[in-house]
């Protein structure tokens, strides 16, 4: 699986968009982009995941560069409750071990 | 509602006596998994199944056997637990077709004195 950077921390304020980057510069072509967010001490949550279009769904938007060397988040309307910390994972969906690789993510702090 | 479901939440047990963490999910799922989350090392796979009587290591196996008889559950079983077992454990789910996303457990926290 490729390797992702991250910042290690951001804050935005509530019912503001949160923007979460992430690189993924050696990432193949069969590999797809994964966010999931684990809020303090809770499962691991699936929020999206996209291989080279953008995607949306009920909880975020996910926006991969045309080269898929990098990816944003977007939440568009911050809450309280999103804060949480947020990975970007990468990895090809073989069919075979399905095992998700965490780095240390980010941790969005959404303030009142 | 789909979830994956763990027992006990919270288990504070001595060192050596053998201990059985429950997982079970109702999503008809053929993949499972075991984790394990410690501070600065991030979530470790322990174990995973492709189905049931199909299981193989992760990352960090020992001192953990697993069985799959049922498509449902999947329970971590700890022989003689050590106090560096002491960890948060996490079981998933997910299809083995798409969608790609995993279903996490709440969690289970162990602590082995």
């Known amino acids: 699986d490729a390797k992702t950077t991250q910042p290690t921390s951001m804050d935005c304020a509530e019912g503001r968009a949160a923007n979460l980057p992430c690189n993924h510069s050696?990432?193949?072509?069969?590999?797809?982009v994964y966010w999931y967010r684990q809020i303090h001490s809770q499962g691991p949550q699936y929020i999206i995941h996209g291989l080279k279009n953008n995607e949306t769904n009920e909880m975020a938007s996910l926006i991969i560069t045309e080269d898929r060397k990098s990816s944003t988040l977007i939440l568009p309307h911050a809450t309280l409750r999103d804060t949480a910390v947020y990975y970007c994972?990468?990895?090809?969906?073989?069919?075979?071990?399905?095992?998700?690789?965490f780095g240390k993510g980010i941790t969005l702090s959404v303030r009142p | 509602e789909a979830q994956v479901t763990q027992n006990p939440r919270y288990l504070i047990t001595v060192t050596g006596k053998k201990l059985t963490v429950t997982c079970s999910q109702n999503?008809?799922?053929?993949?499972m998994s075991w984790y394990r989350q410690d501070p600065g090392l991030g979530l470790r796979q322990i174990y995973y199944?492709?189905?049931?009587?199909?299981?193989d290591k992760g990352d960090v196996p020992e001192g953990y056997k697993v069985s799959r008889k049922e498509k449902r559950n999947f329970p971590l079983i700890l022989e003689s637990p050590s106090p560096n077992q002491t960890s948060l454990y996490f079981c998933a789910s997910r299809a083995r077709e798409g969608p790609y996303e995993q279903y996490f457990g709440p969690g289970t926290r162990l602590t082995v004195t």
């Open positions: 994972i990468v990895r090809a969906d073989t069919g075979a071990n399905s095992k998700l690789t």
């Open positions: 050696t990432i193949s072509g069969n590999e797809y």
């Open positions: 999503m008809n799922h053929e993949y």
């Open positions: 199944s492709m189905n049931v009587e199909v299981t």
